[in-house]
């Protein structure tokens, strides 16, 4: 890649990555010293799969929901548009490990769900597009790749 983009994503070789994984994209301090640290959450290979949009829908539900009952520092959790995965922000917060253990907790929450929380109509910009199965079994993909998740490139 010739041009270095202001996008970090834009600069990573997704052919060289192998989800699932968990990475440290970057930080970003603001002018009081805060910190903000961006995560990328892989769920699926980089133009290989990706998640079906009602699936991806829900585990967004859930997982924005959830993660906040295991980590104080969550600032947001959206899906990236290429249905891959979600990037996780949180503030004044660098404990890697802390960030998998409240994922995985996530994760957990998730099978256990029995709803999707704030899936209607007035909660919801798209509440007729919802599968808790499709998130539980995303979620369940994950965990069974749990010890992964640190391994962001492939051994090519």
Known sequence: MANKMNVESFNL?????????????GVTEGPNGDKIHKYDIRFKQPNKAHMDMDALHSIEHLMAE??????????DISPMGCQTGFYLAVLNHD????????????????LAADEVPAC???????AANH?????KQLAQEMLDQRSDWEQVFGDD
């Open 66 to 75: 959830n993660i906040r009952n295991h980590l104080d520092h969550v600032v």
């Open 13 to 25: 070789d997704h052919t060289k990555v192998k989800a699932p994984y968990v990475r440290l994209v």
């Open 120 to 126: 209607n109509e007035v909660q919801c910009g798209w």
């Open 95 to 110: 404990d890697y490990d802390e960030i998998l253990n409240a994922l995985e907790q996530t994760f957990k929450d998730v």
């Open 131 to 135: 599968s808790l199965e499709g998130a």
